[in-house]
């Protein structure tokens, strides 16, 4: 079992920054996967920046060169930096984690971008 608690979410002004942090315990050795991921109401939930066990990453086209998807060395807590921050960047931000085949999830953080 792996347990994922998401902070940092907010208002913030268009062109502005916020830094998410996802905090995971529990099985963590056994994380391979990482990611943010956002649900805009009406839409559907998407991927928004990814992390691999290698490090590899990806970023949807709508954040890439704005965000910046990190994590630290023990793999216990995820980071988003958001920078340049856009009106349509306002959504639920998750965080997603891929242990031993089984997918958890955060209950998510709110971040709104005011124009």
């Known amino acids: 079992q792996v347990q994922l608690v998401e902070s940092g979410g907010g208002l913030v002004q268009a062109g502005g920054s916020l830094r998410l942090s996802c905090a995971a315990s529990g099985a963590i050795s056994s994380i391979s996967f990482m990611g943010w991921y956002r649900q805009i109401p009406g839409k559907e939930r998407e991927a928004v920046a990814t992390i691999t066990d290698d490090g590899t990453t990806f970023y949807v086209d709508s954040v890439m060169g704005r965000f910046t998807i990190s994590r630290d060395n023990a793999k216990n807590t995820l980071f988003l930096q958001m920078n340049s921050l856009k009106p349509e960047d306002t959504a639920v931000y998750c965080c997603?984690?891929?242990?031993?085949?089984?997918?958890?999830w955060g209950q998510g953080t709110q971040v709104n971008v005011s124009a």
């Open positions: 997603s984690a891929i242990a031993r085949r089984r997918a958890y």
